[in-house]
T-cell receptor
């Protein structure tokens, strides 16, 4: 069983739909990252969370430390949001190593 | 913002040759950089942690004599794939963080194809 699991693995939606991607982890963590990987391979860090909720534009990320669960939401989705979204956890304080989920491939259809 | 420059973005080489990939932090000092490998349709896997001025820490199963990492300055880490073979063909990507600043930045990645 992977330490970090994401669902769904693949998601196709129409432009404008509200998107939710989930991440569950089984280890204690100091922080959780949501990353976006575009088809060319480049990775962008979207959020780093250790508690609560963060919002940036149309993206919202939440984390529940007790339940070991995080969600990434995209409002008013757009074709340019099509990418692989990856959840990654940092296990220890002062230990910056990341353990990655397998990613969610999101496709937004115009 | 923190920017990490990685190059080359693509490299094709013959089997048996060595390939060097560079990762530079452009506007900050990175005491620690990480090197990852990603096979098609798989997630990133940490290969090693590169620490400035000291030996890299390799993950289990990663051959340190094959994947040479040098972190000679606070702004540059290099990964050299020695005696590359077709099974080393992969996407290699580095990341760096500013300790205590909650900033994590990735390079654009290097796609290696070994013929």
């Amino acid at each position: 069983k992977n330490e970090v699991e994401q669902s769904p693995q693949n998601l196709t939606a129409q432009e404008g739909e509200f998107i939710t991607i989930n991440c569950s982890y089984s280890v204690g963590i100091s922080a959780l990252h949501w990353l976006q990987q575009h088809p060319g391979g480049g990775i962008v860090s979207l959020f780093m969370l250790s508690s609560g909720k963060k919002k940036h534009g149309r993206l919202i990320a939440t984390i529940n430390i007790q339940e070991k669960h995080s969600s990434l939401h995209i409002t008013a989705s757009h074709p340019r949001d099509s990418a692989v979204y990856i959840c990654a956890v940092m296990e220890g304080f002062g230990n910056e190593k990341l353990t990655f989920g397998t990613g969610t491939r999101l496709t937004i259809i115009p | 913002g923190a920017v990490v420059s990685q190059h080359p973005s693509r490299v094709i080489c013959k089997s048996g040759t060595s390939v060097k990939i560079e990762c530079r932090s452009l506007d900050f000092q990175a005491t620690t950089m990480f090197w990852y490998r990603q096979f098609p349709k798989q997630s990133l896997m940490l290969m090693a942690t590169s620490n400035e001025g000291s030996k890299a820490t390799y993950e289990q199963g990663v051959e340190k004599d094959k994947f040479l990492i040098n972190h000679a300055s606070l702004t540059l880490s290099t990964l050299t794939v020695t005696s590359a073979h077709p099974e080393d063909s992969s996407f290699y990507i580095c990341s760096a963080s500013i300790s205590g600043a909650n900033v994590l930045t990735f390079g654009a990645g290097s796609r290696l194809t070994v013929l």
